[in-house]
Every structure is written in structure tokens, then in C-alpha cells.
């Protein structure tokens, strides 16, 4: 059973002059649990569109997304955010961590949204979380007492703190040097891979994309696999 | 379980924004809890004034509820006889088991003091009077039913009365001279006290001394006593009827009972004579929330504007619509709730103040405390205040789009 599947998903929106723009055509795709995949696209090529209805943001205005073998359309409002919360942890370009909140109260908050155990123990496993990525010592660090490594680090915890089953990282080295990208990519791989989450990497850099075991280029919103040397041809 | 962490998350979260952002929240609260203790204090004096102005009122008109009751005869005119109507009086009372009651006479007695003799005026009542009337004593003691067994008559002077005999300590028994035909010597065991218009020696004695002392034509100069009882404003329509048929019974043919209620609360039927000073309490009280309560919401406002991103970002996280509404909403609530808090703490420290008390409470008897009316007036007025408020941002920040809020 895949974990998500896209039938024949686009998504289009209508301009002010009643033109209608296609952003996504047909794509088709299916994620396992524990697939690592990257999509790579230039600038305008509808790669936020695309992360954005793999993220349960958006909805397809033609063909068919499952969650879970569940179809989006039956996910509606509440359900569809608490499925978001507690099955998808997104890792954003520029962090977005929350002003004013220390690392640690950062990684607690999307278990604010928890109905379970981890609401009352939020606090502990936001720390077990952030010494897994190796900040530890920073846990009553605000955001703008942190590097950018630091920072992505602290976002990754805070994706990965619920135990989603599908992380979604939105260029998650573009705020970052060359060699602290490296770093964080190698260990949000390593996260990934140990937690069993398939993750999507949605990137313009070859580089990060080439860490992932599958390959996708986005181009004028057309979803293709892209063979490598290693894997072959993917689909 | 969903219910549970739902609140208390929503809390925390309204909590941790609250902390983070406390100098905006500081600024914008203290407009409200200065709304919210102005509003308990004016609730809270406004009791104060209330149970004053009662006072007062009972103190001219008797407690509620207090029935007048006279005798006539239709034809002529005439009282009855002084001892008939005690003893109908008397009879009336025991009947319906009405354990206050008490004769009103008014008079003037000829009193000696250090520089010559002068008139007092003299009011001439039963023990029970004082209670019914709130009588109001500055030093001293009410008559007590063994004062009627006194030779020398118990009188209570009012303060003037007091100070032009010198102000004498009471534990040394004074006494005060009234000459006449036979001269007696009265003893003051209380003083009432006198407010500054009051220039004039007033007395009051118990209504058997003050028959033992009548003249023959004291009654027809000025009149023969009022007869009064203080009984359960529930009871007090029934009782009314019964009273007077009873009495009117009792003195027989040719003569005809009136009884009718004198207190405050019967003056206007069911008018409040306290209505347009709580009006008034009220009115100033809605004004100064409603002043605060719009600041809160601009401040409120602008606010959530500036956390589009943030809500987006927790809408990512799995937070509903709903929540988002909720926490929005618990913010405002929250912090008018703290904000309330202080401004009843504040308003029950200043209502504790010497000065404010005295000078609202005019000398009550009954001191009210702090009521908790006022307590629960602005503690829900600052709830209701912050949910109103927070009404119109939580509303925008559900209308967020998570996809342009992630993006800014």
C-alpha cells in the first residue's frame, strides 16, 4: 500500500483575466514509507504547488491524490489538518522557526497539536528530539541565538518530533553554505532513514537532490523521472 | 481526551504568546484593567453607597417592611383612648406573632443646662424602636426592657444635646435635669450622634416615662402616639388587612383601625428609590469598558496581522481552523482575565482605604464587605471583554491561508 499516491493530479488557477494558468499537468507518483526522493526544478516551475498538495495544503483541481489509500476528498477541514499533523512534518526553506520560543518550546509546539501522550510529555521528547540532532546543549537557545545550521537542525527536530510518516523539506540547504547544507542534509537523511518516514526533497541544488534514491525533475509543471547511475531508470 | 488537550493546549499556546509579547500585551491590558477595576470598584461602592443610603432611608422610614397603624373614630375624629389602644395594639401583635413593635411619641421637655433651661425635642418610643429604625448610636447603649422599670427615666441625647452638657463619660451615669411640676432627673445611657446641621437638643426616652410625665393637654397638642410594627415584607399585604380588621375589632363599634406601610420600599409601590444612583453607577461603569474593551481589540488586531506567517506555520503543524480560532481567541481572554485580576485586586485595596469608606458609607451601621457581586462583575465583564475582543482576530487569523502564510 502506497503512503501517497497522485492519479493524474494537476493544478491550475484562473489570472484576473479569466485565463487559466496550469501549474501542475497530470502528474502521477507514488511514495512508499521509507522512499527517499528528490525533485528538482527551476524557479517557477510549480515546485511549491506540488509540495503544497503533497503537504495536504492545497487540493488538485483535476485527479486523484490518496493518503493512505484514503482520497484526499475525503479528508476534509479538521481531519485533513490532524491527519497533516500528526502523518507530515515539513521542513521549510527559510526555517520558519517561531520568534520569541527557545529551541526547545520550537520543537514542543507541533505537539500542542497532539491529542495523545505526546501532549503531556511535549516537553521531553522536544529535548530527546533536539539532542538527536545534536543541539542538546541548546535547548534555551532562541532562533536568533542560533546559527542557520543550528536553526535548520532545530526545524528538523521539530518536523520529525510527532513521528510523521512523510517529511517534506522545501529547500531545506537553500538558507545555507555549501558545507553546513552537507551537514544537515547527511543528517536529516540519517533521521529519516532511522525513523522508517519517506521524505520528499524538493530542491533546485543537484547536490542534495543526488542523496535521494529516486529522482524527479519538475519542468513547466510535468513530473518526470530522471535515470542515474546508480539507480537506473526510476518511476 | 481531544477536548482536554484541545484546551489546555489552546491555553498554553494563548499563554506562551501572552509572555512572549508582554509589553504589547502590557500595553494594551492596561487600558482594560484599569476598565475592569474602575467598573469593580464603582459596582463595589455603589454597594457601599446602596447600603448607606438603606440605612438612611430605614433610619427615617423604619426597616422594610414597617406598617403605620392608627385608630380614629370616622365621625369625630377623635383617638382612641391611650390604654384601649395599647391594649388592642398589644393584642394584635401577640395574635400574629410580630415581635417588633413600638409607640412613636412626638413632645418637647423643658431640660436644665449649665447656662439655663430650654426646650428639647422628644421622641418617645418602645425598645424594639431601635432596631427598627436603625437608630444609629455614637456612644452608649439602646434602651433595654429594664429600663422601663427605671424611677429615673433612661434617655438617649443627641451629640449636641451631649456637648452642651459638657460631653460626660457615660460609664459615670450622667444625668440631666428636666424641671417641672414634679422635676425628675433623667439618666443618658446613649448619644445619637448629630450631623453638623443638627442645632437643636433632641432626646429620645422610653414611651412609658414619657406618659408618666405628660401634662393633661400633652396629647391633645401633639397628638397621640403612632403605632408601628416591622414585619416580613412578604407577609406584609396580608398582614395589613389582618392587623386592622383586628384592631378595629378590638376598640368595637364607632371606631375604625388604618394600617399602611411607611417604609422606603413602599413609598413609589414598586419603584426603586435606588434605581437611578445604580442607573447612573451602571452607565459609567458600561462606558469605561467599552473605552477599554476597544482599545483591546485595535491592539488585537493589528496583532494578528503581524503573526499571518506564524498561524500559517502552525497550520503546517496540524492546527485546525478551529484551534487557530480558539488560541486567537484564548489570548484575548486570558490576558483580560490576568488584567481583570489585578484590577479587582487593586479595586478591593482601594475600597479598603479609611477615607474612601467613611466618606461613602456616611457612618452605616452594617459596613458591607467587599461584595462579590462586584468580584464576579469584573471578573466576567474582563472575560466577556477579551472573548469580544478576540472575536474579530481569531476570525482573521482562521481566514489565513496556510499556502500565502508560509510564503511571506
Known amino acids: 500500500m502506497a503512503l501517497l499516491r497522485l ?219 530522471v535515470a542515474t547511475a546508480s539507480t537506473g531508470v526510476t518511476a | 481526551m481531544r477536548l482536554v488537550t484541545g484546551f489546555v493546549g489552546a491555553v498554553v499556546e494563548a499563554w506562551t504568546e501572552l509572555r512572549i509579547h508582554r509589553t504589547r500585551v502590557l500595553l494594551s491590558l492596561v487600558g482594560v484593567g484599569i476598565a475592569i477595576a474602575a467598573l469593580t470598584l464603582v459596582a463595589a461602592l455603589g454597594g457601599m453607597v446602596q447600603q448607606s443610603q438603606t440605612e438612611t432611608f430605614e433610619r427615617q422610614s423604619g426597616r422594610p417592611a414597617l406598617l403605620s397603624i392608627n385608630a380614629y373614630n370616622p365621625t369625630t375624629g377623635d383617638a382612641p383612648d391611650a390604654a384601649t389602644m395599647r391594649q388592642a395594639f398589644a393584642a394584635a401583635m401577640e395574635r400574629y406573632g410580630i415581635d417588633y413593635s413600638s409607640r412613636v411619641s412626638y413632645g418637647q421637655w423643658r431640660i436644665q443646662l449649665p447656662d439655663g433651661v430650654t426646650d428639647a425635642s422628644v421622641t418617645a418610643v418602645d425598645a424594639d424602636y431601635g432596631t427598627m429604625h436603625r437608630v444609629q448610636l455614637a456612644q452608649g447603649r439602646w434602651f433595654t426592657d429594664r429600663d422601663e422599670l427605671r424611677l429615673a427615666p433612661a434617655v438617649i441625647v443627641n451629640e449636641y444635646l451631649w456637648n452642651r452638657i459638657g460631653a460626660p463619660a457615660l460609664a459615670s451615669h450622667p444625668t440631666l435635669e428636666l424641671p417641672g411640676d414634679p422635676g425628675t432627673t433623667a439618666v443618658i445611657v446613649g448619644v445619637t450622634p448629630s450631623p453638623v446641621y443638627d442645632e437643636w437638643p433632641s432626646l429620645y426616652v422610653l414611651e412609658t416615662a414619657y406618659e408618666a410625665r405628660q401634662a393633661p393637654g400633652d396629647q391633645q397638642l401633639y397628638g397621640p402616639p403612632n403605632y408601628e410594627a416591622w414585619v416580613p415584607p412578604e407577609l406584609a399585604d396580608q398582614l395589613t388587612g389582618l392587623v386592622q380588621a383586628d384592631i378595629g375589632g378590638s376598640l368595637g363599634e364607632g371606631w375604625e383601625a388604618s394600617v399602611s406601610r411607611q417604609d422606603y420600599l413602599a413609598w413609589g409601590g414598586d419603584y426603586d428609590p435606588l434605581l437611578p444612583l445604580k442607573l447612573m453607577v451602571g452607565g459609567v461603569a458600561g462606558l469605561i469598558l467599552l473605552l477599554g474593551a476597544l482599545g483591546l481589540l485595535t491592539i488585537s488586531l493589528v496583532t494578528v496581522r503581524y503573526r499571518i506567517r506564524e498561524i500559517g506555520i502552525r497550520r503546517s503543524f496540524g492546527a485546525t481552523g478551529g484551534r487557530v480560532f480558539f488560541a486567537v481567541m484564548m489570548e484575548s481572554v486570558v490576558a483580560t482575565f490576568v488584567a481583570g485580576g489585578v484590577g479587582v485586586l487593586a479595586a478591593v485595596l482601594l475600597s479598603r482605604l479609611d477615607v474612601v469608606r467613611e466618606y461613602l458609607l456616611q457612618g452605616a451601621q452594617d459596613t458591607p464587605p467587599f461584595p462579590w457581586e462586584a468580584v464576579a462583575i469584573g471578573l466576567g465583564s474582563a472575560t466577556v471583554v477579551g472573548a469580544l475582543a478576540g472575536l474579530l482576530p481569531a476570525l482573521v487569523a482562521v481566514r489565513v491561508k496556510v499556502i500565502d502564510a508560509i510564503r511571506l
Do not use: C
Open chain 1, 7 to 225: 492519479d493524474g493530479v494537476a493544478r491550475s488557477v484562473q489570472l484576473p483575466d479569466l485565463t487559466t494558468l496550469e501549474i501542475l499537468r497530470s502528474i502521477d507518483l507514488e511514495v512508499e514509507v521509507g522512499d527517499h526522493l528528490s525533485i528538482v526544478g527551476r524557479s517557477g516551475s510549480g515546485k511549491s504547488t506540488l509540495l503544497n498538495l503533497l503537504g495536504l495544503l492545497d487540493a488538485p483541481t483535476a485527479g486523484r491524490l490518496f493518503f493512505d489509500d484514503v482520497p484526499l476528498e475525503r479528508l476534509r477541514g479538521a481531519a485533513r489538518d490532524r491527519r497533516r499533523g500528526r502523518d507530515i512534518g515539513f521542513i521549510f526553506q527559510q526555517f520558519n522557526l517561531l520568534p520569541g520560543r527557545t529551541a526547545l518550546e520550537n520543537v514542543a509546539t507541533p505537539l500542542l497539536y497532539a491529542h495523545d501522550r505526546g501532549f503531556w510529555r511535549r516537553e521531553r521528547l522536544a529535548a530527546e528530539m533536539l539532542e538527536r540532532v545534536g543541539l542538546g546543549d541548546r535547548l534555551h537557545s532562541f532562533p536568533t541565538q542560533l546559527s542557520g545550521g543550528e536553526q535548520q537542525r532545530v526545524a528538523i527536530a521539530r518536523a520529525l518530533v510527532r513521528g510523521p510518516r512523510l517529511i517534506l523539506a522545501d529547500e531545506p540547504t537553500g538558507a545555507l553554505d555549501v558545507e553546513t547544507g552537507a551537514r544537515v542534509m547527511a543528517l536529516l537523511d540519517d533521521i529519516a532513514e532511522q525513523s522508517g518516514a519517506a521524505l520528499i526533497t524538493i530542491t533546485h541544488d543537484p547536490n542534495v537532490a543526488s542523496l535521494a534514491r529516486r529522482h524527479y525533475r519538475l519542468d513547466q509543471g510535468v513530473l518526470t523521472a
